[in-house]
Every structure is written in structure tokens, then in C-alpha cells.
């Protein structure tokens, strides 16, 4: 695989200690700056999100009376690869869906945590296409020192989180690997087909995995790549086998994608497209990643207004001076101010944000009146979010989860398939096509799989 082998050898100057540490497990940058993203963009192969992408989506959003989203305009998605396809896909009537995931560690999920969905309710809204979001519960099992059983309740934990955020029940399927996978065997085909095509090697090439891990691990990264293949998802895509699939996450996930998109092709299917956000600092400062293993690193969803304040006036990396008169007299640090950077994901009027900015650089805005904006915006922000996931009770858990046949499953036709370079005869009817496409649905509650609902019954906590 090229994407292994650009990985396995590195010039000495990649494999210097003064490189940023960035894989799905672990983020350490070596300046209080944070992470070198661009650097990083040469060394993942990925490509900046750059005017012609962006002109792009102004075309679109233009004809939809839509302003771009702030995460665009201030370079927190920062890079991609091959969104320009998809937009231009868009732009021909082509159909495309959209894929992201949550790995449930913690009952309470953190600030860090909104920043994809946030993104992705946006991408739902603005292009009105399917969404799928894995929660790999069975990853979490085979890392971290925890029962099956808790990384399952905790998956439907975090799901209210995430239908807080406002996403479409009619377009949006939430489903755990533990529960889901043995549904469906369209999707467990396709993770036996991935796994078929990676050698061992290949695998520790990419992900660093050595002889006394446990054989999970060496096989989880064919489940988080099937679902951006839609033939994973029967009831969603009618049997299509070649719908785009666009991805939004952070860019240490990227790992798992460049393999996806080697391997497709040899099963043939459409490479994932990606849109990679950078990481959401810890409180102590850009370094790393805001942890939930930390409390002291992180806001929470569940954290109270109290909290909150508490956290950013004790734990908040400053970029202020010691004294006030030094404040005045040379101004802040932006670059490394944790309050700055928080504002710069969260306020939501430019034009007080670059005020702000600007105020505090020339030593005009004190740090305690910086962390007091923040304050104000983070209670707004996370008060919200809380009366939102207070709304979230069992039967709205189940439209989110239930396997079913969703409405949009009608836009979606499946090609002929050939054998032999003929179509194959009788393959061509409407109503033979829809049958086939029912019949290759996952079962449905009231089948021999337990329903839904007592899978939710059984992992409610209580």
C-alpha cells in the first residue's frame, strides 16, 4: 500500500524527536503553538482547503441563500481529500452521503467532541443528504480496560449527545458496531472483503500495532471503513453500491481513511472523500488534545455553569503577561491563549472576535476580562446543548437506531450489475430490483434479531 510505505520509511528528518505526534491514539505537539498543520498536511499527502475549494462552496451555498460556516472561514476544517469531487458531484445532481463517529470512553462527552458534529449537522442541512454515524464501542473494548457491557451502554450514552446537536431523524442512522454488525450482513461482508485485502504488515505499517496486541485491534480498521462504502447500508441506499461518501472528522483519524482508500478500488468501490478538522485544545494549552480521561483538561457537556467557570479561570494556559502593567505595555500572546482559540471555535460574531483579538494583542483587553467572554459563551453554549439532550428519551433513541427503511432509500437506484460484459437479463425491472433491495435489508424488529428496544433496555443506566 503507498499510503503504508509512506509511512514505514521516513527521512531523518520525519523521524526526528521535534515532530509532532499525531495517530488515532495519541496527539503531542512539540511547540506551545499546537500542532504544525501544515506540516502535517505534507506529511499525511492530504491537500489544504484552499480558494478554488472554498469558491466552491460559495457557488453553492450562494443559490441556497446560506452563509459558510465559520469553521470554514477560520481554517478549523482546514484540510481534505478530494472534497472538491464531491461538490463538483453535487453541482451535477450526483447523489453523495455523509459519515462520521464517536468512540464511546466516557459517559459525559467534552467540548472537543461537538466540533465534528456540529460540522456535520451543518454539511446535513446545507446539502440535505443521509448521514451515517458509527459508534465503535468495540474499539473501545479491545483499547481501554473496560467491560463490553459498559462500552455499549456508554455508546448510547454519548448518542443523546449527539441527536442533541439537531440532526435529521428521517436522514440519520446512529448505530453501534456491537449491535449493528451482527445485523447486517452487507456490512460484515464488507469488512471480511477489506480485511482479505490488507496483509498483516500492512496494517503494522500503518497503525503501529506490535506482536502483543491483542488480533481485535489488527482487525478493527475494516470496520470503521466499511461504513463509508454505502452497500454497508442496505436500508439506507436501496442496494447502491457507489454513492460518494464524504467524511468530516478530525485528522488524526485520517490513518484508517488513507487505507479505505487504497482498498477500495480492488473491491470496486468509490474512494471516501474527507474534510479534516484540527484538534480542540486541553485547557493547559495546544499541546494536546482536549482528553476525557482528564477532567482537568476539558469542559464537559454535563459540566455545570459553576464548572465551567471554575475550569477556565483556574485551568485556562494564558497568554497574558504577569503583571498588569506588562499586559498593557506588550499585550497578549493569541497564538497560545487557550481562551482565544476556544473563542475562535465558539463566538460566533466575526467581527468581535477579530475585536478581541486585536484588544488583547496590544495589551488593551486584561486575561481576566478575556476568560470572562468565554465564560459567557461557553454557559450559553453548553446550557443549550443540555436542555437539548434532556429532550432525548428512549423513543427518540430508537428512530435514530432502529433499522428501517428510510424514506431517502427511494432516491437511490442500484446499477445493473454485468457478468461477462452483458447485463444480467431479468436484472433491469423496477419492481424485481425493489424486491432484491428489500430482501437484502437487515432484519427488521419482530425477526429472529432482538429488537431494538431491548437492546436500549438493556444498556439504560439507571
Not at 482546514?78 to 452521503?97: A, C, I, N, T
Not at 428510510?406 to 425493489?434: H, I, L
Request: net charge neutral; hydrophobic share 35%; charged share 30%.
Amino acid at each position: 500500500m503507498a499510503d503504508v510505505k509512506d509511512q514505514e520509511t521516513k527521512t531523518p528528518e520525519e523521524s526526528s524527536t521535534s515532530e509532532d505526534i499525531v495517530d488515532p491514539w495519541n496527539v503531542a505537539a512539540t511547540s506551545d503553538k499546537g500542532v504544525d498543520y501544515q506540516k502535517l498536511i505534507v506529511r499525511f499527502g492530504s491537500s489544504a482547503i484552499d480558494a478554488d475549494v472554498l469558491s466552491k462552496f460559495e457557488r453553492i451555498l450562494a443559490k441556497k441563500d446560506k452563509k459558510m460556516h465559520p469553521f470554514l472561514t477560520r481554517g478549523i476544517f482546514f484540510s481534505h481529500r478530494e472534497l472538491g469531487q464531491v461538490l463538483d458531484m453535487y453541482e451535477q445532481g450526483k447523489p453523495f452521503y455523509l459519515y462520521t463517529g464517536r468512540g464511546p470512553s466516557s459517559v459525559a462527552m467534552h467540548l472537543g467532541h461537538l466540533i465534528p458534529f456540529m460540522f456535520t449537522k451543518w454539511l446535513q442541512e446545507t446539502f440535505d443528504v443521509p448521514l451515517v454515524i458509527q459508534l465503535t464501542d468495540d474499539e473501545k473494548f479491545l483499547w481501554k480496560d473496560m467491560k463490553i457491557e459498559e462500552c455499549n451502554k456508554l455508546g448510547y450514552e454519548n448518542a443523546k449527545d449527539i441527536i442533541a446537536c439537531g440532526f435529521d431523524p428521517e436522514k440519520t442512522f446512529i448505530f453501534s458496531d456491537l449491535d449493528y454488525i451482527g445485523s447486517c450482513k452487507e456490512f460484515y461482508w464488507n469488512m471480511v472483503r477489506f480485511q482479505k485485502c490488507v496483509t498483516f504488515n500492512q496494517v503494522k505499517g500503518c497503525f503501529g500495532f506490535g506482536d502483543s496486541d491483542c488480533i481485535g485491534k489488527i482487525s478493527f480498521p475494516a470496520i470503521q471503513a466499511v461504513p463509508s462504502f454505502s452497500s454497508s447500508f442496505p436500508h439506507i441506499f436501496n442496494g447502491c453500491k457507489d454513492v460518494a461518501c464524504l467524511i468530516p472528522c478530525a485528522i488524526d483519524q485520517d490513518p484508517y481513511f488513507r487505507m479505505t482508500r487504497d482498498v477500495a478500488p480492488k473491491l470496486k468501490y468509490r474512494k471516501p472523500a474527507l474534510i479534516h478538522s484540527v484538534f480542540f485544545p486541553a485547557l493547559q494549552g495546544a499541546q494536546t488534545k482536549m482528553s476525557a480521561s482528564d477532567a482537568t483538561s476539558s469542559i464537559f457537556l454535563t459540566d455545570t455553569a459553576n464548572q465551567i467557570k471554575k475550569k477556565i479561570n483556574r485551568y485556562a494556559f494564558s497568554g497574558g503577561r504577569d503583571t498588569a502593567e506588562e499586559q498593557r505595555k506588550y499585550g497578549g500572546n493569541c497564538e497560545v491563549d487557550v481562551s482565544i482559540q476556544y473563542l475562535k471555535f465558539f463566538m460566533e460574531d466575526d467581527d468581535e472576535l477579530e475585536k478581541i483579538k486585536k484588544d488583547y494583542a496590544s495589551g488593551e483587553l486584561m486575561t481576566g476580562h478575556l476568560k470572562a467572554r468565554l465564560i459567557e459563551v461557553l454557559q450559553k453554549l453548553v446550557g443549550k446543548h443540555q436542555e437539548e439532550r434532556a429532550k432525548v428519551d428512549e423513543e427518540m433513541l430508537k428512530k435514530f437506531f432502529t433499522i428501517r427503511r428510510y424514506p431517502c432509500a427511494d432516491n437511490f437506484k442500484p446499477r445493473e450489475e454485468s457478468v461477462g460484459g452483458k447485463k444480467k437479463k431479468g436484472k433491469s425491472k423496477p419492481k424485481q430490483q425493489a424486491k432484491e433491495a428489500k430482501d437484502s435489508q437487515p432484519k427488521q424488529q419482530g425477526d429472529s434479531q432482538p429488537s431494538l428496544h431491548s437492546q436500549i433496555d438493556s444498556v439504560s443506566l439507571n
